[in-house]
């Protein structure tokens, strides 16, 4: 059964064709598969890069095509490596340099794709009222009223009238 070709190169959520890729990796195995599920995943994880208002920068999509190359190059390379064992009486020591088989993105590649989509606002200023000038008025049953160190009616919270624990005189 053939594989359906991916998405138009033209089209919105295309960071990577097979051309981009090393010539080395270009006549890999199920290379236009990992290409077309590499662009998807990019594509679910960071949806900026997909989006056609506004479109991802140019400086957004080089960055992430750097990243997809790294890990079409990995996905290709998986297998690669050696199992080496050592044994010199009792002791024995193993390496292994295999890469890791599994096609999905690392989340070091997932947090810098949505490092690109996360844009830095205009900076707004705000204010945290460190010392309230105006005190607050207690409800005569507040816990603060019968020589308590903390407030049960909530005037505390609200900065000027009780918010629980309200008698009507």
């Not at 816990?143 to 009507?168: N, Q, R």
């Amino acid at each position: 059964m053939p594989i359906p070709a991916g998405p138009d190169p033209t089209s919105a959520g295309q960071i990577i064709q097979v051309s981009d890729l090393p010539a080395s990796l270009q006549s890999a195995e199920l290379v236009d598969v990992m290409v077309a599920g590499a662009n998807a995943k990019a594509s679910r994880v960071a949806p900026c890069l997909a989006s056609i208002d506004p479109a991802p920068t140019a400086d957004q999509l080089a960055e992430a095509k750097l990243i997809l190359i790294g890990a079409v190059k990995r996905w290709s390379e998986a297998g690669a490596g050696a199992f080496q064992q050592q044994t010199a009486g009792p002791y024995s020591v193993s390496t292994d340099t295999r890469q890791r088989s599994g096609f999905n993105l690392w989340p070091s590649e997932i947090e810098a794709l949505q490092a690109l989509c996360r844009t830095a606002g205009p900076a707004a200023a705000f204010a945290v009222d460190t010392a309230p000038g105006g005190g607050s008025i207690h409800s005569p049953i507040c816990a603060l009223m019968f020589g308590a160190l903390y407030c049960s009616c909530g005037a505390d919270l609200t900065g000027s009238f009780p918010l629980y624990e309200v008698v009507e005189p």
